[in-house]
């Protein structure tokens, strides 16, 4: 991330790639996320790298990403739309995410996160931020239960008012946050080789938890969290949901159908794109 900092140029390139890249692993549709702020230079975002600092804001980080990411889905033929990170331990940060969140709603923008270290406290500019969101119609997901407890799921729920979880995977250490899930029909976003990679979990698919999500019934989809970093592809993740998991042509396609009415996008759109997903699948359904 470095070399990239404050380099409008090559981040919205890399922003039109993506789309180019997931298109040709046969996606429909994606949500990337992302934190503004870890692509600016301005001094006053003092941020995890020692970047020369430079003129490059937030706000114009969103606005290139939203550029490559236009004209990439026109390119490739694909539908995408991004997600702004709020930073667990830039609390800072939260007030301008909720804003850009505004500005630019639905251009690409459609939805909030809270990411990075969730073993640190929920800072009330974050709770304030998601509130905000719920006002403002934008949609919420939240990075809870990956490293950390439980409670950071059931918080994320009750609190935070997330429709989303980030990984989620110690739910299981509480039977009552695992029911309170059930009951908000709160969608997991599971990143199979990611889990094992960050050390979430054991690097065994085969005693995955995914396991236990699809037992039980809940609500997941299959994404591959930080792909450059991981090596992770949609394709390889899919893989590993069939070859470890048991989830056949039929589990996958629901599996698909479940992540497409769990996006952010606007109800009419996504009601095509189920439409459409149900057509592509009616042989397998």
């Given amino acids: 991330m470095p070399v990239f900092i404050g380099d409008l140029e090559s981040i919205k390139r890399i922003s039109y790639e993506l789309c180019e890249d997931l298109s040709k692993e046969g996606a429909v549709y994606f949500e990337a996320r992302y934190s503004p702020h870890l692509f600016s230079n301005l001094p006053r975002v003092k941020n995890f790298f020692n970047v020369p600092e430079g003129d490059v804001t937030p706000r114009d980080v969103v606005r290139v990403v939203n550029e490559g990411i236009r004209e990439g889905s026109k390119d490739f033929g694909i539908q995408a739309r991004t997600v702004l990170c709020m930073i667990r331990d830039k609390p800072e940060w939260s007030a301008e995410v909720l804003e850009l969140c505004e500005e630019f709603h639905n251009d690409t923008v459609v939805g909030i996160d809270l990411a990075n270290n969730e073993m640190l406290e929920l800072y009330t500019q974050h709770i304030e931020g998601f509130k905000g969101a719920k006002t403002a119609g934008i949609h919420r997901t939240c990075h809870a239960g990956e490293m950390g407890p439980a409670s950071n799921v059931q918080t994320a729920i009750e609190i935070l008012e997330a429709e989303r979880i980030g990984h989620g995977y110690h739910i299981f250490d509480d039977e009552s946050v695992v029911k309170l899930a059930k009951e908000k029909s709160i969608h997991f976003e599971v990143c199979p080789t990611s889990s094992t990679r960050t050390g979430a979990l054991e690097d065994d698919f085969d005693n995955h938890c995914a396991k236990r999500f699809l037992n039980e019934g809940m609500n997941i989809s299959i ?18 949901a069939r070859n470890h998991f048991g989830m056949d042509d039929r589990a996958l396609a629901l599996m698909t159908l479940n992540a497409a009415q769990a996006s952010f996008l606007p109800d009419d759109q996504k009601a095509e794109m189920i439409k459409s997903l149900k057509v592509k699948f009616k042989e397998i359904l």
């Avoid at 994404?223 to 590993?240: C, K, M, V, Y």
Wanted: glycine share 6%.
């Fill in 223 to 240: 994404n591959t969290d930080d792909p450059t970093l991981f090596g992770a592809t949609l394709t390889r993740e899919f893989s590993i």
